[in-house]
T-cell receptor, first 113, second 113 residues
Framework: AQSVAQPEDQVNVAEGNPLTVKCTYSVSGNPYLFWYVQYPNRGLQFLLKYITGDNLVKGSYGFEAEFNKSQTSFHLKKPSALVSDSALYFCAVRDDSNYQLIWGAGTKLIIKP | EAQVTQNPRYLITVTGKKLTVTCSQNMNHEYMSWYRQDPGLGLRQIYYSMNVEVTDKGDVPEGYKVSRKEKRNFPLILESPSPNQTSLYFC????????????FGQGTRLTVV
């Protein structure tokens, strides 16, 4: 069955430290992987995506994600966290067979000054 | 400006009173969908539409209806709302390409009492 897992409900990071938000997936076929961010009282915004090619994908606001096929993971990273990065982050994968997005449950990222 | 517009943003209603949440996009996207977001459950798809007059059920369609008479509009209809439909609802649209990101509306917070 197709699925996406975000194993951490919440991640706490001190400002200036590197951050990682984890995502693993299970789909048949080629995965098209996405990260979205949701700020309070806002809709989801696209951060970055992996389609093919380089395993390290760069996106908006200084975020990047590393695709690891053997570990079926697509972890979101940032070298130096900002307080303004505090938000809810969602990982998603598009099923190659029916184009539907499969969503993780979300990870709340809290950056402390 | 490219955008997905939902109305209303906030709605409090009583059990059984029919309501419609509108969604409109100005990007000529073929694909549109509705999600509900509940704490701890992430995003769950209610219905989606691949083009005009083509709609299909998502993961949690019970108690909802949709229509797609025009490309730009995709209203969500609750014929007889119940308290368990209290949630945050999002409309999204994207081109009919599997590797393209989705654009989300600002969300509609619905409370059914």
């Amino acid at each position: 069955a197709q699925s996406v897992a975000q194993p951490e409900d919440q991640v706490n990071v001190a400002e200036g430290n590197p951050l990682t938000v984890k995502c693993t997936y299970s789909v048949s076929g080629n995965p098209y992987l996405f990260w979205y961010v949701q700020y309070p009282n806002r809709g989801l915004q696209f951060l970055l995506k992996y389609i093919t090619g380089d395993n390290l994908v760069k996106g908006s606001y200084g975020f990047e994600a590393e695709f690891n096929k053997s570990q079926t993971s697509f972890h979101l990273k940032k070298p130096s966290a900002l307080v303004s990065d505090s938000a809810l982050y969602f990982c998603a994968v598009r099923d190659d067979s029916n184009y539907q997005l499969i969503w993780g449950a979300g990870t709340k990222l809290i950056i402390k000054p | 400006e490219a955008q997905v517009t939902q109305n209303p943003r906030y709605l409090i209603t009583v059990t059984g009173k029919k309501l419609t949440v509108t969604c409109s996009q100005n990007m000529n996207h073929e694909y549109m969908s509705w999600y509900r977001q509940d704490p701890g459950l992430g995003l769950r798809q209610i219905y989606y539409s691949m083009n005009v007059e083509v709609t299909d059920k998502g993961d949690v369609p019970e108690g909802y209806k949709v229509s797609r008479k025009e490309k730009r509009n995709f209203p969500l209809i609750l014929e007889s709302p119940s308290p368990n439909q209290t949630s945050l609802y999002f409309c999204a649209s994207s081109p009919w390409e599997r590797a393209t990101e989705a654009f989300f509306g600002q969300g509609t917070r619905l409370t059914v009492v």
